[in-house]
Each structure stands twice: as structure tokens, then as C-alpha cells.
């Protein structure tokens, strides 16, 4: 009896794998190039102004304003794995359950360079430029 149901359910299960459909996505991103070290190494807070860091690192990726006329430059960059498989089952015509699992990185991480009102560095930060500008302006909303 045990030997039966136990082929019953490899047949069932063998003949819903053969109505299925699965797809395996693997993609790669990559957009803009990391700073390089050496020249975030020459910011110095305190004394390195906002002219020289755009002269020093180029046009920045974004830009926010900070309270009391502060403002914000980043520069970021994007390297992003997707791994996605797509498991879908059709029970009837009208009806295909999917179930679907992904792992995508997708995170555009940076630098980001604050400027005090008198256009005088304060600060460098490294990270995920969406965490550091949502820290930095908490009451804005951010796209």
C-alpha cells in the first residue's frame, strides 16, 4: 500500500513538473565607475572647499540641499547581481499559479561629500546613497 501512494505521488508529481514552466534569469548591471580612492583621500574636512572637490572628482551623480544653506554632493555607482527562477503551474486555461524568487542587489552605493553653508567640507560618507540622503534630510521624501 505505502509502495502505491508513493507512486502515485511521483506520478502526480512527474506529470505537474511536465505541465510547468520554469525560467532561470542571471543578469548583471553596471552603471558609472566607483570614485577613485586617491582623490576622495585628498578632500580634507575643514579645509577642502566645494570648487576643489568638483575639481578634484567631477560632476557628482546628485545633489540635495541640507538645512542652514547646506548642501550635499554624491557620486555614485551601480554593480547589480539578479538571480530570478519562475516556477509557474497551469491548474486550467484561466488559471496559472507562479511563484517566483528573486535575489537582486541592486543598490547604487557611493560617496558623499557635505558642505557646510560656507561651501567649506564637513564631512565624507561612504554607503548606499539612498540611506545616507534619507539621514541626512529626514522630512524630505525622497523619490
Known amino acids: 500500500m505505502v509502495r502505491l501512494i508513493g507512486r502515485a505521488f511521483a506520478a502526480g508529481a512527474l506529470a505537474l513538473l511536465g505541465s510547468s514552466c520554469i525560467v532561470l534569469v542571471f543578469s548583471r548591471t553596471r552603471t558609472h565607475q566607483p570614485l577613485d580612492e586617491a582623490r576622495v583621500a585628498e578632500l580634507v574636512p575643514g579645509t577642502t572647499t566645494f570648487g576643489e572637490a568638483l575639481a578634484r572628482c567631477g560632476a557628482p551623480t546628485d545633489v540635495w540641499e541640507l538645512a542652514g544653506d547646506a548642501r550635499a554632493i554624491a557620486y555614485g555607482w551601480v554593480d547589480s547581481r539578479g538571480d530570478n527562477v519562475n516556477l509557474q503551474l497551469p491548474v486550467s486555461r484561466d488559471f496559472t499559479p507562479n511563484l517566483e524568487l528573486e535575489q537582486g542587489r541592486k543598490n547604487l552605493y557611493g560617496v558623499v561629500l557635505f558642505f557646510?553653508?560656507?561651501?567649506?567640507?564637513?564631512?565624507?560618507?561612504?554607503?548606499?546613497?539612498?540611506?545616507?540622503?534619507?539621514?541626512?534630510?529626514?522630512?524630505?521624501?525622497?523619490?
Open 116 to 143: 557646510d553653508a560656507n561651501d567649506v567640507l564637513t564631512a565624507v560618507q561612504r554607503g548606499y546613497l539612498l540611506t545616507l540622503k534619507r539621514e541626512s534630510t529626514p522630512s524630505v521624501e525622497l523619490d
